[in-house]
């Protein structure tokens, strides 16, 4: 699955077009977890992968907030959350270290929602809990950005361990 670029940038338009295609296909339409799973986990490797290219292209500079990064960051925000939800279909009722893991990915999609606060991202901070309680049976606080400097931070330090 290849990601359009253009000037070493993810065509944006492109991955959330491949996303939405996936989560239609895949976890709307007719359930297929594991496919799910895999052509969205490999997705994200790839926006991972890009993230810390062009950090490490910038010597570690983070990017700056404009609209190309809040767009980015509201794209990964959804795709954590999906790779979640997809995981959490595959995995057994007892493993709990599957368990935190996806929990943890709940959480990250939560914290990198830029603009968190506004009315149109609280049906998926909605459904983050949702997912968070059904896994666990906890009700959870999360933390959101108050901006897209504190998503991008955030992203950062997942980027750096999830690159393959």
Sequence with gaps: MTIEMKNDLLNLPSLQLKMDTIVFENIDTKPNWSKAFEQLDGLLHKVAN???YFIAKNDGELPSSTTYWT???DIASKLLYFTGLAHANLIAEDDMDARAHVS???ELSASCIPNA???NNEELLSEIQ???YQLSGEEVKLTVADNVEQCIKAFKKFAE???K
């Design 161 to 163: 361990s999830y690159e």
């Design 104 to 106: 943890k990915f709940y």
């Design 50 to 52: 890009n993230f810390n």
């Design 71 to 73: 767009l980015y960051m």
């Design 117 to 119: 606060h506004t009315e």
């Design 130 to 132: 949702k997912s968070i």
